[in-house]
């Protein structure tokens, strides 16, 4: 389905409704959908298509998953915590899972970044080169 200029206009000037101190806020996001829904305005359901993806990149971009081979010891996982908080600033969901497959080191993406660390990338890497 083709969206219109006007209907993403107005679904970003939507979304940045919903960001309080640049944090989305979950309760205005379903205001605004409420809202939108029950106005109908011309394009509405357009609208509503290009919000959903922008609130869907949001939240991908503020989750943050860490993979490792073994269980991390609380230690390293504050810091951890804190070396992400600091780049990605405050307000990041932080998951932590374990992959025995990685081998050893980290695997960490927050939303599009990857940070691979792990002994299973480097094998991948030298196998290639090969």
Not at 2 to 8: D, E, S, V
Not at 34 to 63: C, Q
Not at 94 to 119: H, M, W
Request: hydrophobic share 40%.
């Amino acid at each position: 389905m083709k969206i219109t200029k006007q209907a993403r206009r107005d679904a970003k000037q939507l979304f940045r409704s919903c960001l309080v101190n640049g944090l989305l806020d979950e309760n205005r996001v379903r205001q605004a959908v409420t809202r939108v829904a029950a106005a109908k305005p011309r394009g509405y359901f357009a609208i509503l298509s290009h919000f959903e993806r922008l609130v869907r990149l949001e939240v991908d971009r503020r989750t943050a998953k860490v993979e490792s081979a073994t269980p991390l010891v609380a230690e390293l996982q504050s810091d951890v915590k804190d070396k992400l908080n600091r780049i990605y600033g405050q307000g990041l969901d932080i998951s932590f899972a374990q992959n025995p497959a990685l081998i050893g080191g980290l695997r960490i993406k927050v939303g599009s970044d990857v940070y691979d660390g792990s002994v299973q990338s480097r094998l991948e890497q030298l196998a290639e080169s090969f």
